[in-house]
């Protein structure tokens, strides 16, 4: 599109060697967070998936998007980790080899353009074994993208917007769908599914 800025590989290359040297466990897998369609869709191989939850972030739609589930003239909203609260979600375990090639994949599914949206950085997540060092893709509230909606413009917004990834109201029951089939209510997820809902319902 018109005025936005792309990711280079070479951006992409100093993301993962940041990533990389940061690494907690340096040798050991990277242990991925997952809250939303990293679960349903991860398109990355990993080893193993676990429940882990997250203190002090929440699952959001405050990411304000005009493609994938959008439109200039309708413009969506896609889900991020923001802080404040908590987050059930699970950790997938990537394999050990070409940790480099791994997040080089990962990067360029999670982010495109510039300013990014979603900053991997590595986050605490608490799991039945113990505390964790996770890598998790967080809203980056500096981001002209970055947008806290009331619950009810949040459901207008995704009840009308559809890009050329499908409709934010798809997106939205994806996501609950999968977190409840793995044990995980997100309350206000499913608060918004039901305006989201009920908005389509009255404009059939």
Request: aromatic letters at 8%; proline letters at 7%; charged letters at 20%.
């Amino acid at each position: 599109a018109p005025g936005v800025l792309q990711q280079t590989d070479a951006d992409y290359a100093v993301w993962v060697d940041v990533i990389l040297k940061d690494h907690p466990a340096p040798g050991q897998p990277i242990q991925l967070f997952a809250y939303g369609s990293l679960i349903w869709k991860p398109e990355i191989e990993h080893r193993t998936e676990r429940p882990a939850v997250a203190k002090g972030w929440h699952r959001s739609f405050c990411l304000k998007t005009h493609r994938f589930r959008g439109t200039p003239d309708q413009p969506g909203l896609m889900m991020a980790l923001d802080r404040g609260g908590q987050c059930r979600g699970v950790v997938l375990e990537l394999p050990r080899e070409d940790p480099a090639v791994q997040l080089d994949r990962l990067f360029r599914r999670e982010f495109t353009v510039k300013p990014i949206n979603s900053m991997p950085q590595w986050i605490t997540v608490r799991t039945t074994a113990g505390p964790a060092t996770a890598l998790a893709f967080v809203m980056n509230r500096a981001s002209p993208a970055y947008a806290r909606l009331p619950l009810a413009e949040q459901a207008a917004m995704l009840a009308r917007a559809c890009g050329h990834w499908g409709s934010g109201a798809e997106y939205l029951l994806n996501t609950v769908t999968h977190l409840q089939a793995r044990g995980i209510h997100d309350r206000g997820l499913w608060d918004l599914q039901r305006l989201v809902a009920a908005r389509i319902d009255s404009a059939a």
